[in-house]
């Protein structure tokens, strides 16, 4: 431990963007705690937030730039880019060229990103991974209000007597949210929360009211609640001033017993739903990546916003739609104009005014006038090879698009292909160049969370090898093209100030995203900087909601309702593909796990890419199968876990597995690249597949000191242990007893192995001891019903093993046979039998459970799941 002073930043997950005090302890660790100022979590923080610590060390590390796979200088490597970039421009146009780059950048790094491409190349070809996460929400608070704002604050999810949950899993995605929430539930027990979902998810978790919709259906349910909101005059007349469009929207409107048919619920908790969202005037509708991820994503996000407009619950404490954002700087892309269809600072490509302004404001040589590719699209284009070099910064298509196997062959068609990365991703396995970015706690910069706070993220450790800035390297590659006058920035706050400065430029409030105020901060100031909402305007004061008295940022000043007729998913089930596929996210990992993968601690919860399905929907499938899930596009092996809280007729699977933690369990390759004909949005919700049993001969696992890595058998899943272990769980076709050898050979020599072999009987069983300690555990079999891992990890961790150990090591099973359990609260390290016990030993309440076993007691992730058990344990005795 160091006396270092705590660095204020901020949290580099979620769009919640909690403050963070980090106190680094050594070169790859640091003290992590809740920020207790800062106003988006007042010092909370969730599991993945409080692990951050965990995740610094250089594993996996992208550390110098690289060409053809081998080291080079940056001066040869962005030299490469801009030669590859001018050429291609040359002889193809500038839209044969693209960046494709992420809400996980800095504002700073964003905005100079979108100057190069937009003003300097020449192209609007510039996508950004919020097209597969916000660019409906944009698009819908376009149409509605005529700029991309999002009205509402926190602390109104706090101050709601209503809070509505559309396609959000709060508890898991935004947890902080989730633990104010809770909080405001405790002091204020009348406030009701209802969540809008296919699945029974961790967010329902003492919510008043879970509409199991069937997926896709949301604007048939908010446009029948529009109709009713009308037809029992709970319309706001004094609001209706500020409001177009009403009549055309009201029309879309259906019965509540069509209603039902389409959103397969019943019409009775349907009316319920509505009357209690027509009888409270302090709404909060707060929606994701249920709303977003659909090609019906914007004209959901409208329908959300149409029954907020016609009550006038918008911009009011307690009121207001929410569109929650997922990334740490989902925003600031936003702010920044880096979506394709966008211009810096809220400008439009429309407006002949606005080019100008921006052309002007750059001294653009090549502004770009026309919209570019959206994100599914411009990967299209680079596989038919119109676009033919692309840039990737910041994030890892091979993983995260839809119809993977297509992203994949694109990426690996691309004639020039650069990559700016902090770690070695699947993306990055074809670059011809990789470039090394700074990672979270070594850059320096700005983020912008969901309620519109600007924060600062603070550097508090050296980079390591050569990682730069990813403002520097873009600025270097623009110099290397002639434009260096125009990227000769020193410093962030520089980027900083020049991108508060363009938000204030020609604009008479006109355009509601202006941080004018802020473009006077010194570097000191800057660095200094607290956290700050916009609009902050130079010239008047600043607002924190929006819209409660109109003032629409459209021609007219009024908002518009959009009419949203109800249209199905754009590939519904069928006899051959008869179950809906939906993808999303898990508690403890972020996205394609180059960071959370390196914590072991965060696999505890769920250790392999899992498939959800109702029991009575396959009963032939048990848990712990492993089930193939096919779709016309590809399709993904992945272990079977038994849900009786998903809808009929859907499994759901997490985004997070890669090829490098388990090569066959990428669903995204089963993925359909639907898209919102609008957003462009894919439409990672719902893709028509089949299960079937993955039909494999062997099982297996293996307990290792060295990494044996994904490819060490047809399936194989790579979990990180504590203490450098590595756990391998295995499968495959062919002989049990070959593949057991295989495994064992692949480990060296054949000192110290002790094996059990039953070939009758399918048990091929091998250990190995070395210097008196548990060196590997190979074990292979028929099924996946092998001996519960859990005592033989925990081996791993003694310096010498027992002579029972040793005895029973084989048998796989602890010398005094107590069974394993699932980490529940993996801060506190407590499992699922732990807290049963503590429930049937009277405990009523996750309180209670937390003060028998401690678990819940640190960050609180895991409160909504122990709640799950105290409820299934009370249906379970009834009294
Ligand atoms: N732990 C963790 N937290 C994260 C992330 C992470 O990777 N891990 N990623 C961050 C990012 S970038 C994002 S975008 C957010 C996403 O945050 P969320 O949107 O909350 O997460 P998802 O799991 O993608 O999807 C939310 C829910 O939508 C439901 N859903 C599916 N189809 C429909 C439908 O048709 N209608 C309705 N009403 N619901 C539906 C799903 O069942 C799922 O429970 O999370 C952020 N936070
Ligand atoms: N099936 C399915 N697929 C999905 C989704 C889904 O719900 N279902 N959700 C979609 C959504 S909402 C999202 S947001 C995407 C996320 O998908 P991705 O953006 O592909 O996911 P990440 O793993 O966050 O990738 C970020 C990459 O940037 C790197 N990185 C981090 N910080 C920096 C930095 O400062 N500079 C640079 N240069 N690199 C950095 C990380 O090492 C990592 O490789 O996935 C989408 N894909
Ligand atoms: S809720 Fe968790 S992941 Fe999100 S910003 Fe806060 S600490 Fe980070
Ligand atoms: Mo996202």
Redesign the pocket.
């Known amino acids: 431990m160091t006396d270092a002073p705590a660095v204020r930043t901020t949290c580099?997950y979620c769009g919640v963007g909690c403050g963070v005090l980090a106190r680094p302890t050594g070169p790859e660790f640091a003290e992590i705690a809740g920020d207790p100022v800062h106003p988006a979590n007042f010092g909370r923080l969730c599991v993945k937030g409080t692990a951050l610590g965990e995740t610094l060390s250089l594993q996996n590390r992208l550390l110098y730039p690289e060409i053809a796979g081998a080291r080079a200088s940056w001066d040869d490597a962005l030299g490469l880019v801009a030669a590859k970039f001018r050429d291609t421009i040359a002889e193809h146009g500038p839209d044969s060229v693209a960046l494709y780059v992420?809400?996980?950048?800095?504002t700073e790094?964003y905005y100079a990103a979108n100057k190069l491409a937009k003003g300097f190349l020449g192209t609007a070809n510039i996508d950004s991974?919020?097209r597969?996460?916000?660019s409906s929400a944009v698009a819908g608070h376009r149409r509605a209000f005529g700029e991309d704002i999002v009205p509402t604050v926190y602390e109104d999810l706090e101050l709601a007597d209503l809070l509505v949950l559309v396609g959000s899993n709060t508890a898991w995605c935004h947890p902080v949210l989730f633990q104010r929430i809770a909080a405001a539930r405790a002091t204020r027990p009348t406030m009701r929360v209802v969540v809008i979902d296919p699945r029974r998810t961790a967010t329902c978790e003492g919510a008043d009211m879970h509409l199991a919709i069937a997926p896709g259906t949301d604007v048939a349910l908010f446009a029948g609640l529009l109709r009713y909101l009308h037809r029992s005059g709970r319309a706001d007349r004094t609001y209706a001033a500020h409001l177009e469009d009403v009549d055309d929207a009201l029309a879309a409107g259906r019965t509540v017993a069509d209603v039902a048919a389409i959103c397969g619920l019943r019409q009775s908790e349907i009316t319920k739903f509505y009357e209690l969202f027509a009888s409270t005037a302090k709404t909060v509708t707060m929606f994701s990546?249920g709303v977003?991820?659909s090609s019906a994503g914007v004209d959901k996000v409208n329908a959300i916003i149409n029954v907020h407009l016609l009550t006038g619950r918008i911009g009011k404490p307690g009121a207001g739609p929410f569109s929650i954002t997922?990334?740490p700087n989902?925003m600031g892309g936003r702010e920044v104009g880096a979506l394709s269809n966008l211009l810096a600072a809220h400008l439009e490509f429309g407006r002949a005014s606005d080019l100008a302004l921006l052309r002007d404001f750059w001294s653009a040589p090549n502004l770009a006038t026309n919209p570019g590719l959206k994100a599914v699209s411009l990967f299209e284009a680079v596989a038919a090879g119109k676009v033919r070099a692309l840039w990737v910064?910041?994030?890892?298509?091979a993983?995260?698009?839809?119809n993977g196997d297509m992203a994949r062959a694109a990426l690996a068609k691309a004639e020039f292909l650069a990559i700016?990365?902090?770690?070695n991703?699947d993306?990055?396995m074809s670059a011809h160049v990789r470039?090394p970015?700074?990672?979270?706690g070594e850059?320096d910069g700005t983020v912008t969370n969901s309620e519109r706070v600007i924060s600062r993220q603070r550097s508090f450790l050296s980079p390591p090898g050569e990682a730069r800035p990813?403002w520097w390297i873009i600025a270097q590659v623009a110099a290397r093209l002639g434009h260096g006058a125009a990227f000769a920035w020193r410093n962030a706050a520089e980027i900083f100030r020049e991108h508060a400065t363009l938000s204030g430029t020609q604009n008479d409030g006109s355009r509601l995203f202006d941080i004018s105020a802020l473009a006077r901060l010194n570097d000191a100031e800057y660095e200094a900087m607290k956290p700050a909402r916009w609009p902050r305007p130079a010239k008047s004061i600043a607002l924190s909601r929006l819209f409660g008295r109109g003032g629409f940022p459209t021609p007219s000043g009024r908002a518009r309702m959009v009419p949203t007729p109800y249209r199905a998913p754009a590939n519904p089930v069928s006899v051959e593909w008869p179950l809906v596929l939906i993808?999303?996210?898990l508690r403890d990992q972020?996205?394609?796990?180059?960071?959370t993968g390196k914590t072991a601690r965060l696999f505890r919860h769920i250790p392999e890419p899992v498939l959800a399905i109702h029991p009575d929907d396959m009963p032939a499938m048990e848990d712990g199968d492993l089930a193939v899930v096919e779709s016309p596009w590809g399709s993904g092996t992945l272990r079977v876990r038994h849900d009786r809280g998903l809808r009929r007729g859907t499994v759901f699977?997490p985004?997070h597995w890669t090829a490098e933690f388990c090569a066959g369990g990428r669903?995204?390759s089963a993925?359909n690249p639907a898209v919102d004909p609008l957003s462009g949005q894919?439409e990672?919700?719902h893709t028509p597949v089949q299960v079937r049993p993955a039909a494999m001969d062997w099982h297996g696992f293996a307990l290792t000191r060295r990494l044996l890595g994904s490819k060490a058998a047809e399936w194989c899943a790579v979990i990180p242990l504590e203490g450098q272990v590595w756990r391998h769980e295995l499968a495959g076709h062919g002989d049990a007893a070959d593949a057991h050898a295989a495994t064992v050979a692949s480990l060296g020599g054949p000192d110290g192995w002790m094996s059990l072999r039953d070939p009758a009987a399918g048990i091929f069983r091998a250990a190995q001891v070395q210097d008196g300690r548990l060196a590997a555990c190979v074990f292979t079999g028929r099924n996946h019903l092998l001996p519960a891992r859990d005592w033989l990890m925990e081996l791993f961790a003694h310096e010498s093993i027992e002579i029972a150990d040793r005895r029973a090591l084989l048998a796989g099973r602890r010398a005094d046979g107590a069974a394993p359990e699932p980490s529940i609260c993996v801060c506190m390290g407590v499992g699922a039998g732990a807290i049963r016990a503590a429930i049937a030993a009277g405990c009523d309440s996750v309180a209670a459970v937390g003060k028998a076993t401690t678990a819940g007691t640190n960050c609180g992730s895991c409160r909504p799941e122990i709640g799950a058990i105290l409820t299934e344990m009370r249906v379970k005795e009834p009294a």
Request: glycine share 8%.
């Open positions: 580099p992420s809400g996980q950048l800095l790094d991974n919020s597969l996460c916000m990546q977003n991820q997922g990334q989902a910064i910041g994030t890892n298509p993983v995260s698009l839809p700016s990365d902090c770690a991703t993306s990055g470039l970015a700074q990672a979270w850059k990813d993808t999303g996210r972020w996205h394609t796990m180059t960071r699977a985004m669903v995204n993925v894919p990672f919700k």
